[in-house]
T-cell receptor, first 112, second 114 residues
Framework: RKEVEQDPGPFNVPEGATVAFNCTYSNSASQSFFWYRQDCRKEPKLLMSVYSSGNEDGRFTAQLNRASQYISLLIRDSKLSDSATYLCVVTPWDGTASKLTFGTGTRLQVTL | DTGVSQDPRHKITKRGQNVTFRCDPISEHNHLYWYRQTLGQGPEFLTYFQNEAQLEKSRLLSDRFSAERPKGSFSTLEIQRTEQGDSAMYLC????????????FGPGTRLTVL
């Protein structure tokens, strides 16, 4: 079983739609959680951190459920520019440095 | 541009050849990471440096792979006797010691082994 599991998609949605991605992780010792965005043939870029209390950044909302080991990302009012692969990332914490563990990514295609 | 830089951006080589990639982290980032990403997968951790010390290596890093960071600044990743399965994007990232889970990625080196 992979440490971080995501539905690879693709999710094809019309502009203006709301879309949600989910991710599950297997290591209960995971400490930090993130969503990264990766455009085609580009490097991953941090989209947002994920906290148990939930956090929102404009049209993006991330949520963490530690009991279920589940992370979500909600995108409201989708834009064409949101088309990308969204990577769910978890890290253990050993007090020194963090090795990012990525899911396979969920591909989003926003259409007119 | 003060981001992470990698060189070359693309490398095509024949099976059996050796290749070397370079990564220049963001200045003052003393933590440096190498990841590998194959098509349809997320990046996978390969190795990590704190200053010049290589502190962790993944099982993915076979003995054909070696990474160095001799002066604690730039790093090199060498692959000896390349195989077709080594074809991937090799990504470098760096971070500050105070926030090692916030890593900034370079544009990657795309390796194709023929």
């Amino acid at each position: 079983r992979k440490e971080v599991e995501q539905d690879p998609g693709p999710f094809n949605v019309p502009e203006g739609a709301t879309v949600a991605f989910n991710c599950t992780y297997s290591n209960s010792a995971s400490q930090s959680f993130f969503w990264y965005r990766q455009d085609c043939r580009k490097e991953p870029k941090l989209l947002m951190s994920v906290y148990s209390s939930g956090n929102e950044d404009g049209r993006f909302t991330a949520q963490l459920n530690r009991a279920s080991q589940y992370i979500s990302l909600l995108i409201r009012d989708s834009k064409l520019s949101d088309s990308a692969t969204y990577l769910c990332v978890v890290t253990p914490w050993d007090g020194t440095a963090s090795k990012l563990t990525f899911g396979t990514g969920t591909r989003l295609q926003v259409t007119l | 541009d003060t981001g992470v830089s990698q060189d070359p951006r693309h490398k095509i080589t024949k099976r059996g050849q050796n290749v070397t990639f370079r990564c220049d982290p963001i200045s003052e980032h003393n933590h440096l990471y190498w990841y590998r990403q194959t098509l349809g997968q997320g990046p996978e951790f390969l190795t990590y440096f704190q200053n010049e010390a290589q502190l962790e290596k993944s099982r993915l890093l076979s003995d054909r792979f070696s990474a160095e960071r001799p002066k604690g600044s730039f790093s090199t990743l060498e692959i000896q006797r390349t195989e077709q399965g080594d074809s991937a994007m090799y990504l470098c990232a760096s971070s500050l010691p105070s926030s090692t889970d916030t890593q900034y990625f370079g544009p990657g080196t795309r390796l194709t082994v023929l």
